[in-house]
């Protein structure tokens, strides 16, 4: 028996020593695969690990969309593109590291990505210290374009005053003006309770109760039962990603759904499929879909050609159409790129003057820019019924359009936002 | 306001009966051999995904129940063998660490083979819809859970104490020493005991994926308030688990009426006055763990 | 022990030429930064770990107030770089005196428990008053200027003031752990019954190694927090942070001097590595987990010097021998 041990031991030491060797060892003298010398390097950081995975993938495909499409006009500057993606984990810290690492060591020009709040919220503090372009493909907190805004960072999805602006107005004209909220108690949740809050007092609302859902609720049920004695008019639920899941699939099986008529100021296609189509239902605020007109634009050929592109060479391996975060990856990366293009040159401070308040066609309808102010992408927005089996011809395609919103009706006027962001320049 | 402590207790008990299944899987695992499982919560959702596929490919809900966590435990026997055994003896830190190397491990590979995506996973017709109760309409699903654990926690209770297997076990638990001198093969009997505790911890992630959605980091969830579940009830008593279980449901559920910002709190709040209090718990044994 | 001080100054001065190498070796500053202020929450896992014998799954806490002492001391008094550290230490200090009364009482796993129990009870104050620390999406901290108004910190200064910190915090760790004091904690692990019969209380012992480990992990926090630029809760208080100290200590060798700092080498600077080339990286750190427990319970460090016969009191993983008759196991731990 020990004799066995022992061996095992001896192999398991070996196994050990081999390991470690390889953590540290071999990595550092394994130059990035693929590298050419007169790249241009753009750093992407993004979310492969935890719960924004599957987001931060998505947003990654859009970005080598761009790329590959740039790369075959011949690239930018005359030089071809290259990304180095890097885990940013949903971490902060890590997200601040991995941007100085991009940055320091890999020599890129410019950032570009990140899914949650936080991690946009530290990568443009980092790009910012460091006078790098930064593109937030994917945050949505305020104040990435509100009190923390920065001349070098840029963010292309909708702001949550723009998603609670989008949406409440259409929920009250369908449903009542008697709300029911289920919030998630952090930032992102009060934000956008302030900002429905606002819509309420314009059209004389009430508010028929409010949950704030701590961190880590998992079990939705000590809020649900609360909402039939309410008798709200519509529940508004404000919570995402795996917390949505669980809170209609919670819901559903209360019966909520078929009690109440439900919206919120965003949902995603992602947590939707990990839903089961009782449970896919509602009213919602959405950034874009990729089978609508209204959305992608009537005879607008860049966007179709975008959503052909990716049926091509995409949809075998992740088998579901291109969602909302493929958009905000293509756009930021296309835009970023352009703007390079347009200033002739990769200096940060440049091509962020050559970017903002400049319009664009895009892969959307009526073609956006990012306002100068604060570097919001003014696009439009759109509202959802949720389609639970989508339609004969293509199961996956959940939303039915039906509203769109123009920019400026949904976010704050440059004057608001005057009050809150101050953008300098440097020297 | 007493309309809605109701409701609110009987979440609360269903929340908390959640809670002792993986508990007292947890809790089996804990007491024989001193070794903290942190990748509990990994073969949960591992029966949760064995589940869904089996589905995915025609079986009904019922046998996927049945069997998924079989094969989960399958997979336990093997990781137990070869990776758990050789910390026998050592320090509870040792083991807390290798099952959590485990866990992340398992995390990526159910990435790999699953993809990132949360996966659709309903319950049969059967289960769903909801039970009018007076003053509620309650899940049905819920109640399922409650009447499972029920179930499994006579059917343990009845193989502890009702069989010989059982017998060998509990004494294993006093004393390993003991009952290896006297002929029995304590290594199987510890393989028996992990697989008995993945066993729970299989059939809680099939019910786990009704109420939650599936992905990769579900199980991981579940697992500090299960840990919390049984330093509370106290180690060493798997009925401890049960009633501490129980108790952080209900006061999970009512504080979400009161002080609805500590309610994800108030667990670590119960331990540690528990641990300040009286560190056994509240049915443990003195002198596991010192 | 001169073969071991000639290493530990190949040491130093291999990490001193950091800034020069980095562009050959692919491994830049900040990370190697991030690595030696790891190195120092570890060293603070391994007092109580490797010498006290007590796991310090709370020490997250104690890190993360560091954190956000030193931003909170940034944001609202706006002081420099040495007043913040030392704001950041104080913090975790006062977290470690309202905790460690009720720690000092216990010992095994209910020790480690409730110091998680603590941490994340720290972690959600720091979620929910969101105006103050950010709440969930963390908050930004301006590196303040060194008390010269015009200097502040490029990552290469900040490296080597990461590097001046360490060592100071090695030395600084060796006297206490060579001193009475820190024998005292040894003994109290091999065998805490005998130190009391001696006439020692104990609990007095650990509740100062608590707030001595508090302070350690604290100094890492506030530098850590001014070398990211930004801190959240999840990062900087969740136990799984705790965990990665403690794995970092077991790693490099608990209950060594130099062990911690191997492990937060291998640990930040390979989990850095391996997760620029794959996104599955959590597979391999996991394994390393795994790979550590069974192979290498002493740690590299640890390893080594068992091989020359050198290893400390303090190394040793506790087995217990199955195949020992009780009364030779006595003998063995008596």
């Known amino acids: 028996m020990s004799g066995s041990a022992f061996n095992r031991r001896t192999f398991v030491k070996g196994a050990g020593a081999g390991a470690a060797a390889l953590v540290v060892g071999v990595p550092a003298f394994i130059p990035r695969l693929g590298e050419a010398a007169d790249a241009l390097k753009i750093g992407v950081l993004e979310p492969y690990t935890g719960t924004y995975a599957f987001p931060g993938e998505n947003e990654t495909i859009g970005i080598q969309m761009a790329v590959d499409a740039w790369n075959k006009k011949g690239g930018v500057l005359g030089r071809q593109i290259e990304i180095i993606k890097e885990d940013e984990q949903s971490k902060p810290d890590v997200a601040a ?51 923390n805004c920065t001349w070098n960072t840029f963010r292309t999805c909708h702001s949550t005053w723009m998603e609670a602006h989008a949406t409440a107005y259409t929920l009250a004209k369908k449903f009542g003006k008697r709300f029911y909220f289920i919030t998630p108690d952090y930032a992102y949740g009060h934000a956008l309770q302030t900002a429905f809050d606002d819509v309420i007092k314009q059209i004389g609302g009430t508010t028929a109760g409010t949950d704030l859902t701590p961190l880590g609720t998992t079990d939705f049920s000590s809020y649900l039962t609360k909402v039939t004695p309410a008798k709200p008019d519509v529940l508004v639920v404000l919570v995402q990603g795996d917390d949505y899941t669980n809170c209609m699939k919670q819901a559903d099986s209360f019966g909520l759904l078929k009690k109440f008529p439900v ?8 947590p939707l499929y990990g839903l089961a189509p009782e449970a896919r239902t509602g009213v919602w605020g959405i950034e874009w879909s990729y089978s609508s007109d209204t959305c992608l634009g009537k005879g607008n050929k860049a966007a179709h050609q975008f959503v052909s592109d990716y049926y091509a060479h995409y949809l075998n391996t992740q088998k579901k159409p291109p969602t909302a975060r493929q958009c905000f990856g293509y756009v930021s990366m296309d835009r970023m790129l352009a703007g390079m293009a347009a200033a002739k040159t990769t200096d940060s401070v440049k091509v962020a003057r050559a970017i903002e308040g400049e319009k664009f066609q895009s892969i959307f309808a009526d073609g956006g820019y990012y306002r100068k102010e604060d570097h919001q992408l003014m696009w439009p927005m759109w509202v959802a019924e949720i389609r639970p089996n989508g339609t004969p011809k293509d199961p996956n395609d959940l939303f039915n359009v039906v509203a769109k919103h123009d920019p400026d009706s949904i976010e704050q006027s440059v004057a608001e936002k005057a009050k809150i962001c101050k953008m300098t320049y440097p020297s | 306001m007493l309309e809605h402590v109701g409701p609110q207790l009987f979440n609360g008990l269903v929340l908390g009966a959640f809670y002792a299944i993986v508990a007292i899987g947890l809790s089996l695992i804990m007491n024989l051999t001193g070794t903290i499982n942190m990748a509990h919560g ?54 807390l660490l290798l099952t959590f190397g485990l866990s992340l491990i398992a995390e990526e590979v159910f990435h790999l083979v699953w993809g990132a995506n949360t996966l659709p996973f309903t319950p049969p017709a ?45 004494a294993a638990v006093q004393d390993s020493e003991m009952i290896a001198a006297l002929g029995t093969n304590t290594q199987m009997l510890y393989t028996i005991n992990f697989g008995l505790g993945i066993l729970l911890a299989g059939i809680a992630g099939v019910l786990a994926v009704g109420l939650l959605g599936l992905n ?17 009830g106290g180690m060493g008593s798997l009925y401890g688990s049960l009633v501490a279980g129980v108790l952080i449901g209900i006061a999970t559920s009512l504080m979400t009426l009161y002080v609805p910002a500590a309610s994800e709190v108030i667990m670590y709040i119960l331990m540690a006055v528990v641990l300040t209090i009286r560190p056994r718990g509240l049915f443990g044994e003195e002198g596991l763990f010192g | 022990m001169n073969s071991g001080r000639i290493v530990a100054l190949a040491a130093i001065v291999l990490l001193a030429l950091e ?15 991030a690595a030696l202020l790891f190195a120092i929450a570890a060293m603070s896992a391994n007092l109580l770990l490797g010498y006290t014998g007590l796991p310090p799954f709370g020490n997250a806490a104690f890190f993360g107030l560091g954190a956000y002492g030193c931003a909170l001391s940034i944001k609202y008094l706006h002081v420099h770089f040495f007043t913040a550290t030392v704001f950041g230490m104080l913090a975790a200090l006062l977290g470690a005196l309202v905790i460690a009364p009720f720690l000092v009482r216990r010992r095994g796993i209910y020790f480690g428990l409730l110091s998680i129990a603590f941490g994340q009870v720290f972690y959600f104050i720091a979620y929910r008053f969101t105006d103050v620390t950010g709440g969930e999406d963390g908050m930004a901290v301006t590196r303040p200027y060194l008390a010269v108004p015009s200097f502040t910190f490029k990552e290469t200064a900040f490296y080597y003031l990461s590097l001046a910190v360490f060592v100071l915090s090695v030395l600084a760790f060796k006297a206490i752990v060579q001193s009475p004091f820190g024998r005292t904690l ?38 850590s927090a001014m070398l990211y630029g ?105």
């Not at chain 1, 919206?263 to 992602?270: D, H, I, K, S």
């Not at chain 3, 006439?199 to 530098?223: E, M, P, Q, T, Y």
């Open chain 2, 216 to 232: 990769m980091t579900t199980g991981n969830t579940l697992l500090m308030p299960a840990f919390v579940t049984v330093i509370i």
């Open chain 3, 19 to 33: 800034p020069t190498l980095a562009p050959y070796i692919r491994v830049d500053v900040t990370i190697v930064s």
């Open chain 3, 230 to 334: 930004f801190i959240a809760p999840l990062t900087s208080l969740d136990w799984h942070q705790s965990g990665d100290f403690v794995l970092a200590t077991i790693l490099g060798g608990s209950g060594t001097i130099w062990g911690p700092l191997i492990g937060s080498i291998i640990y930040v600077i390979g989990r850095d590595l391996i997760s620029s080339i794959t996104p599955y990286w959590q597979i391999f750190l996991g394994a390393l987990f795994v790979a550590c427990v069974l192979g290498f319970p002493r740690g590299i460090l640890g390893t080594i010097l068992a091989r020359f016969g050198t290893a400390p009191l303090s190394n040793e993983p506790e087995e217990a021998n199955w195949t020992q008759s009780p009364a030779i196991a006595a003998d063995h731990h008596g």
């Open chain 2, 126 to 170: 059967v289960l769903s819809g909801t039970l009018a109760l007076g003053f509620m309409n309650f899940p049905v699903y819920r109640l399922f859970i409650v009447l499972v654990l029920v179930l499994a926690f006579a059917a343990l209770a009845l193989f502890l104490y009702y069989t010989r297997f059982g017998l060998r076990l509990r």
């Open chain 1, 97 to 147: 590291q991995k941007a100085r690492k991009l940055v320091n060591q890999d020599k890129c020009v410019a950032l570009i990505g990140t899914v949650s709040s936080g991690s946009s919220l530290s990568v443009q503090k980092a790009s910012s210290d460091m006078g790098i372009l930064f593109f937030a493909s994917g945050g949505h907190t305020d104040d990435v374009t509100g009190k």
């Open chain 3, 186 to 223: 040894v003994a109290i692990r091999q065998n805490e019954l005998r130190v009391r019969y001696l006439g020692l209380d104990s609990n007095r012992f650990v509740f100062v190694a608590i707030l001595i480990s508090a302070l350690f992990a604290g100094l890492s926090g506030a530098l």
């Open chain 2, 42 to 95: 990994s073969f949960m959702t591992l029966a949760g995904y064995l589940a869904f596929t089996m589905i995915a490919r025609g079986t009904n809900f019922w046998f996927a129940f049945l069997v998924a966590p079989l094969l989960a435990v399958l997979v336990a026997i093997i990781v137990e063998r070869t990776l758990i055994r050789p910390l026998y003896g050592r320090d509870p830190v040792y083991s």
């Open chain 1, 263 to 270: 919206g919120g100021p965003q949902v995603e296609l992602e």
